[in-house]
C-alpha cells in the first residue's frame, strides 16, 4: 500500500502561509525564519539582534519549542513581545501553528517579526511560513562539515550566521572549507561571523536584516 500524505500536507500548509504572508505585506512587517540546531545559539542571536535594532524597529518574537517556555520569558524579560509555540513533539513549525500566535500579536504596529523554529537542520526547510527570508545558523562546535551533511538548509537559507566564532581555537573548525562547501549549495546568501554572546560580527548581521526591515 502506497499513502501520497507529503505533497497535501505542504500545499494546506504553503496556502496558510500565502494569507499569512499577505497581512504581514499589508501591515508592512518583515519576517525571518530562524533555522538551527538545537544550542546553536538562537536565541542568543534574537536578544543580540534586538540589541541592536530595538531604537528603530518594533520588533516581536515567536519560540516554537517542543516543550517550555524558556525561551520567550527570556525575549519578554527585555521587553519585546514573545509568544511561545509548543509543538508537542513536532520537529518543525507549521503555517497553522505560526497563524494561532501571529493572531495575538498587534502587527499595525510592529516592524520585524523573528520566529525561532524548532532546532532541527532538516524538518523546517519543507515548510513555508508566510517569511520573508530563512535565516539559518550554524555555531562553530557542531562542525565545518554540516553543509556536506545538511544541505537541504544551506539551500533553502537567504542569510546564514556562523555563530560561536569566539570558540574556533578550541574547535578544529575549517572556515575556508565551511564557506566553500556553503559556496556551492548556495551561491548567493551571504555569510555572517558572530558570536552572539560577545556581540563581535553583530553590527554587519543586524545591518543586513534593518536594510531589509526598512524596504518592508
Ligand atoms: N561561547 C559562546 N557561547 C554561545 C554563543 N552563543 C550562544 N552561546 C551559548 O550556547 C548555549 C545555547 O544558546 P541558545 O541561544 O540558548 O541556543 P538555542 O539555539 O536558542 O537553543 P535551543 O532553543 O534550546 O535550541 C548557551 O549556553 C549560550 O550562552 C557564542 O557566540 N559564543
Ligand atoms: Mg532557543
Known amino acids: 500500500m502506497h499513502i501520497e500524505m507529503?505533497?497535501?500536507i505542504l500545499e494546506k500548509n504553503d496556502a496558510l502561509a500565502a494569507e499569512l504572508r499577505k497581512r504581514f505585506e499589508e501591515n508592512h512587517v518583515y519576517v525571518i525564519d530562524l533555522l538551527a540546531s538545537p544550542?546553536?545559539?538562537?536565541?542568543s542571536t534574537i536578544l543580540a539582534t534586538i540589541d541592536a535594532l530595538r531604537d528603530e524597529f518594533n520588533i516581536a518574537v515567536i519560540?516554537?519549542?517542543i516543550a517550555s517556555s524558556v525561551d520567550a520569558e527570556k525575549i519578554k524579560a527585555q521587553g519585546i513581545p514573545a509568544v511561545q509555540i509548543n509543538t508537542g513533539g513536532a520537529c518543525h513549525l507549521e503555517s497553522a501553528m505560526l497563524k494561532r500566535a501571529v493572531d495575538v500579536l498587534d502587527?499595525?504596529?510592529?516592524d520585524l517579526i523573528i520566529i525561532e523554529n524548532v532546532?532541527?537542520?532538516?524538518?523546517p526547510t519543507d515548510f513555508y511560513l508566510g517569511e520573508n527570508a530563512k535565516i539559518m545558523i550554524l555555531s562553530v562546535p557542531e562542525g565545518d562539515d554540516k553543509p556536506l551533511k545538511y544541505p537541504g538548509v544551506f539551500q533553502v537559507s537567504d542569510a546564514i550566521i556562523l555563530n560561536k566564532v569566539d570558540t574556533m581555537p578550541v574547535f578544529d573548525f575549517d572556515r575556508d572549507a565551511f564557506c566553500a562547501a556553503v559556496r556551492d549549495l548556495n551561491p548567493k546568501a551571504p555569510i555572517f561571523p558572530i558570536a552572539a554572546t560577545k556581540g563581535d560580527g553583530v553590527e554587519e548581521w543586524a545591518t543586513w536584516l534593518a536594510?531589509?526591515?526598512?524596504?518592508a
Open 107 to 110: 502587527l499595525e504596529r510592529l
Open 119 to 123: 532546532g532541527n537542520l532538516v524538518c
Open 6 to 8: 507529503h505533497k497535501p
Open 63 to 65: 519560540e516554537g519549542d
Open 39 to 43: 544550542g546553536s545559539g538562537k536565541t
Open 211 to 215: 536594510e531589509r526591515v526598512r524596504q
